[in-house]
């Protein structure tokens, strides 16, 4: 099933991780570099980390910069890197093509073209450029090597098994084995091919190597994070952020850990942190810190950034945020504006949770339009939503619309849709059941009843409230305890089930008073619920059904029974003092039952 997080976020950050950057290879490009190393190297190392860091606007100005004022091929080289790793496709085939035109035998930038090709989904002339680079070079130039087989990691057009034979040709050229970012990119390549344990491997060889590589831990973390194992993921993140706080992606899976543990105000924070860490200037980004805030139920920070981003982020999804987050404030016209809003702007982008926010937020507004319009579009979420049943919702708005035929149809559905459904989903059934058998018939919003069939229908509705009251007390007993207005209720059902025949309905009935009486009495320690008037209306009944049989001294007790409870009862002392008349249970059909169904007792709370 899935959580809540994996709603708001349906394409996981797994696929934004993947795509983050890599670190490349500062002690092959720039092996035996002295103190006195050029500047120019030096700013192409900070940007390299940079990109690896997800600081994504500080390494374009440094790259752009140097590409500008250097424009030879490495610098050609770096810039399409930067743009090929932020998804700027055109941008950098055009530093590719000026690197590779600035030195024919450079072959970075036609390994880098390759890179644009399998962007574009174009394997075949990707493999031809590559081996074409790897030839010139003759399987010697350990950059090449490395950066080839790093471009078959990039896309989704990957593959993993040629990156593997490229990096192993350049690690058997690391002799002393001190080099940690091939054995990242091995990991990196294993991680596509789902082969999480010699991942895992390659990233300790790295940190073998290099103790503190927060990347490498990171890296660790993000495949226990797939295998959806949060608590070993959130080890390995701490252990990166202690690495270096600096390292942004980090922040970035160690919030999506989180949500899915649904530890959500931390996940905000470390989401925030990724923000601030970065300076990411992406609007989905931005967006999923108002999402983050929203799952934290913190409804008024999430509008107050998003009133911060007005301006700033062109992006529909904004109202999609503002209408979940209006309704969590309680502000249902606001809500309803907002997704109509959302729906209207971007229909290829709505998911069943818009449709869920949007009915609920109706349903607040209490108008008979809002509530059909409610209905409709919890309807539309219902069959997909797999974390909440919201055939419940529409139940519950049936039944508060007195629709009881409609709220008893949809409680019914709640049930069958729900592994465990709650014990107050029988409840409900059982009193949309009751409430609506008097009205069969007379009921001008129902479909019509022939006129001889409505004594039938209403039995029909009586004794399905009977059976949804007994599955309840079954269902609380099973668990050691009592819920005794289950059992008050099935006997007015069953009571009113018989009606027509007094003297059958009286000992069908019976049975089931004397049971609600003897919870009733003795109810549970935590139970709160004041019987009184529901037992008066038992003890009268049985009183009643006593006379009816001839059984005058029966009777008399379970009328001094309700004078316990009541010294002033006027129909008692008038049933005790003239003729016996036998009264029928004083709870109608028609009339408001009571309806507490405490929490305790319910499936969801547990």
Not at 78 to 102: N, V
Not at 313 to 341: E, F, T
Not at 476 to 489: Q, R
């Amino acid at each position: 099933m899935l959580t809540k997080h994996e709603v708001l976020f349906p394409i996981t950050n797994l696929k934004y991780m993947m795509n983050t950057p890599k670190k490349l290879l500062f002690t092959i490009l720039f092996a035996g570099a002295s103190l006195t190393a050029p500047v120019v190297a030096q700013d192409v190392q900070t940007a390299l980390k940079d990109i690896e860091a997800d600081r994504f606007p500080k390494a374009e100005q440094t790259l752009t910069q140097l590409a500008s004022s250097a424009p030879t091929a490495d610098n050609q080289f770096y810039l399409g890197y930067f743009y090929l790793r932020t998804g700027q496709i055109d941008k950098a085939k055009a530093a590719f093509e000026k690197g590779a035109a600035a030195d024919g035998k450079n072959q970075l930038n036609n390994v880098g073209l390759a890179g644009v090709a399998l962007a574009k989904k174009d394997r075949a002339t990707a493999k031809t450029l590559i081996d074409n680079a790897v030839s010139q070079t003759k399987s010697k130039n350990q950059d090449v090597l490395i950066r080839a087989g790093e471009m078959y990691t990039l896309s989704e057009t990957n593959d993993p098994a040629e990156a593997l034979r490229l990096l192993t040709i350049a690690d058997e050229k690391d002799k002393k084995n001190e080099n940690a970012e091939i054995e990242m990119l091995l990991g990196d390549a294993y991680f596509l091919k789902n082969d999480g344990g010699n991942a895992i491997t390659k990233y300790e060889n790295a940190l073998a190597v290099s103790p503190n590589l927060a990347e490498a831990n990171y890296k660790i973390g993000r495949l226990y994070l797939r295998g959806k194992n949060y608590t070993k993921a959130q080890e390995y993140f701490k252990l990166a952020i202690q690495n270096d706080p600096e390292f942004a992606p980090t922040y970035l899976a160690y919030a999506d850990a989180l949500a899915n543990s649904r530890a959500y105000k931390s996940a905000a924070q470390n989401y925030e942190l990724y923000v601030q860490k970065s300076g990411t200037n992406d609007p989905e980004r931005l967006l999923d810190v108002a999402r983050y805030r929203f799952l934290a139920q913190d409804y008024q920070g999430a509008t107050t950034y998003l009133d911060q981003l007005k301006g700033k982020v062109n992006n529909p999804i904004a109202d999609r945020m503002y209408g979940w987050a209006y309704y969590g404030l309680n502000q249902p016209q606001q809500s309803v504006d907002a997704l109509n809003r959302f729906i209207s702007s971007a229909p290829n982008k709505v998911i069943y949770d818009d449709y869920k926010y949007l009915g609920r937020s109706y349903g607040l507004l209490n108008t008979p339009e809002a509530d059909s319009l409610s209905i409709v579009n919890l309807e539309k979420a219902a069959t997909q939503d797999t974390t909440e049943n919201l055939y419940r919702d529409i139940a519950k708005k049936y039944y508060d619309m007195k629709r009881y035929d409609k709220a008893a149809a949809y409680y019914t559905k709640t049930i069958q849709n729900d592994k465990k459904p709650q014990n107050n989903d029988y409840l409900w059934l059982g009193l949309a059941n009751y409430q609506y058998a008097p009205r069969v018939g007379r009921d001008s919003l129902a479909a019509p009843v022939d006129s001889a069939s409505i004594p039938q229908v209403k039995q029909s509705y009586y004794l399905r409230a009977d059976s949804a009251f007994a599955q309840m007390s079954q269902k609380i007993e099973a668990d050691g305890k009592k819920y005794p207005l289950a059992y008050y209720y099935r006997a007015q059902s069953i009571y009113y089930a018989n009606a027509t025949d007094p003297i059958k309905a009286g000992e069908a009935a019976t049975p089931i008073y004397q049971k609600f009486i003897e919870q009733a009495t003795a109810p549970d320690s935590t139970d709160k619920t004041d019987y009184k008037r529901y037992l008066i209306t038992a003890y009268k009944a049985l009183a009643g059904f006593n006379i009816a049989k001839k059984d005058d001294a029966k009777a008399k007790e379970y009328f001094d029974k309700v004078l316990e409870l009541n010294p002033n009862d006027a129909d008692v002392k008038k049933a005790l003092e003239g003729p016996k008349v036998a009264p029928t249970p004083t709870t109608r059909p028609g009339a408001k039952p009571a309806t507490k169904a405490p929490a305790k007792k319910s499936s969801a709370s547990k």
